[in-house]
């Protein structure tokens, strides 16, 4: 609604399409189910889920709002109402030790990093799949 795509272009630097972020966010809910069903097995891998957004929160909305200066991030709403609340409510009522907060942002940190890794590559030749072959 407030055109997160070319908001990810310019202030992010991410070469984002809209296809970008329906994959993205499939994966996102599918991954929100896993966590849940391995909770009570692997604790630090599932707040890998509640980690996530907690990073994106932070850094891909109210940061980017406070080093721009006040420019609106149109994840900013969501951020402050959904993700801050339940990210922190999930790691509070789990009751987790530090190692497994430690755990559970590397996961969660890996987990961010992943689509944005994936977008740079795609900019690269070697995964154009367009480009004329050199035979």
Do not use: C
């Not at 406070?66 to 709403?77: E, H, K, Q, Y």
């Not at 740079?120 to 004329?132: I, N, S, W």
């Amino acid at each position: 609604m407030f055109d997160g795509q070319n908001w990810a272009r310019q202030v992010l630097r991410l070469p984002a399409q809209w296809g970008d972020f329906y994959i993205t966010n499939t994966v996102v809910i599918v991954i929100g189910v896993v966590a849940a069903k391995i909770a009570p097995v692997w604790p630090a891998v599932a707040l890998g889920f509640a980690a996530p957004m907690l990073i994106n929160a932070t850094f891909f909305h109210l940061g980017p709002v406070v080093w721009m200066r006040g420019r609106f991030s149109p994840g900013l709403i969501t951020a402050l109402l959904i993700f801050y609340p339940l990210g922190i409510e999930t790691i509070w009522l789990s009751q987790p030790n530090m190692s497994t907060v430690i755990v559970a942002f590397a996961v969660g940190a890996l987990l961010m990093a992943t689509p944005i890794i994936f977008l740079k590559l795609k900019t690269l030749p070697y995964f154009d799949q367009e480009r004329v072959s050199a035979r």
